[in-house]
């Protein structure tokens, strides 16, 4: 009699706690909060006034600062740009669905799609070569242990534990296509 006690005792608890957790479990209609432009913005300018108090320039370093920090801001915004064209095109995918509700809606097309992809990362590329151009004057003049808190800093920007690819990489959960290089 004591063990059918137990075993019912353990049904109904694994029972009840599976209905609890799926009360608590969100809707897939639940909408995801997405940064606006001008979350966007402060959160690119508090990264960058981080990274910039983190090296703790000299005078001479200093005076290297601005041109970084313009191409950290011209990555920022072709980021948010690109991000704002993936929403527009998958608003109106959304919209061409409703529209035909029998039909499946057609995927574009593969060539167009490898198209945008190549035009995003060549834009992309030039963008992070001018960085590079950019920051080599100051990371030259970094001593070993700015070099190192450097390399933290990027780091710490990330969310998913992989190594920092570069000044700017800060957000994660971006499409890999906009991955492209690496800061060893």
């Known amino acids: 009699m004591m063990k059918k006690l137990v075993a019912g005792t353990i049904a109904l608890t694994i029972a009840g706690a599976g209905l609890a957790l799926a009360q608590q479990m969100p809707s897939r209609d639940f909408a995801r909060w997405r940064p606006s432009a001008e979350d966007s913005a402060a959160f690119t300018d508090a990264r960058i006034a981080a990274l910039k108090a983190g090296l703790r320039l000299n005078a001479d370093q200093d005076k290297l600062w601005p041109a970084v920090e313009s191409a950290i801001r011209d990555l920022a915004k072709l980021r948010e740009e690109r991000r704002k064209q993936m929403a527009d095109r998958m608003e109106a995918r959304r919209g061409d669905r409703s529209e ?30 001018k960085l590079a151009d950019a920051a080599e004057p100051l990371y030259q003049s970094l001593d070993d242990g700015q070099k190192h808190r450097l390399t933290m800093l990027l780091r710490m920007g990330r969310h998913d534990g992989r190594r920092g690819e570069g000044f700017g990489q800060w957000r994660r959960g971006e499409r890999s296509e906009e991955h492209t290089s690496e800061l060893q």
């Open 100 to 129: 035909r509700a029998d039909d499946r809606g057609q995927r574009p097309d593969m060539i167009a799609r490898l198209r945008r992809g190549a035009d995003a990362l060549s834009t992309r590329g030039a963008a992070m070569k």
